[in-house]
């Protein structure tokens, strides 16, 4: 895995740094969810996406950690537990390279409407969680594209641990931060873990102009709030399906 990690960071040094792109440089819009595990932003963003479907919109949907050019070296390291902080880091920031590349950028500047479940402030809330320094994690990412709006869905710690807890036979080794020794017992682990992500998380908000949306409030309820705030910001109209 060492090999792997420094053939990335070559990658990454190797490539000029891309500043982001200004807001509005394109026609498409790039629309974010970001929250802990267990917060509801994934279901929100689901049903965001199907009505948004059903409705003939331009779409496009990405998620964190799904292109293909590091699946298998990132799902060895895992089995292996040869994964340190800045080796999870790379590969991720890898991946989301490769999306931006294929995916998102040609689509936002062919006039999409890209919906992301999870972008760059899931690195900079997780992978400084595992001790990154957020400085070298800006820098990392600053070639990604401004988003639109991001939604930030926040649930109270116990209750988006809860979620996760009930609904997992068992948690993951990584997943449960159990990489960082914090400590035996994987739930506890677990729930420290996500208190760092939420910390950070939570110190983004102003920063990086979240939109906060309460993770406690019932579905049907939240979607509509996230379906008017979508209306107010972005102008639809232009995703449209085409009239003949």
Known sequence: ???????????????????????????????????????????????????LEINGYRIHFTEWNSSPLVKSATRRGKQRRLLTPTTFSLLHAADFADRCERQIVPLLHGGYLVL????IYTAFARDAARGCSPHWLRNLYSFAPIPDITFYFR???????????????????????????????????????????????????????FVLMDGTIQVNKLQKLMRQMLRERVDLAQFAPKKK
């Open 116 to 119: 992301a479940d999870r972008y």
């Open 1 to 51: 895995m060492a090999s792997v990690a420094q053939n990335i960071s070559a990658l990454t040094e190797s490539a000029p740094a891309k500043a982001p792109l200004p807001r509005r440089q394109y026609p498409g819009a790039l629309i974010v969810v970001e929250g802990t595990d267990g917060s509801g932003k994934s279901t929100q963003l689901y049903l965001l996406k199907r009505w």
């Open 155 to 209: 649930a109270p710690l116990e209750v988006a641990v809860n979620r996760i807890v009930a609904g997992r036979p068992k948690l993951k080794y990584y997943e449960a931060g159990m990489d960082m020794g914090i400590s035996l017992d994987r739930a506890e682990s677990f729930r420290i873990f996500q208190e760092r992500i939420l910390d950070n998380y939570d110190h983004m908000v102003e920063t990086d102009r």
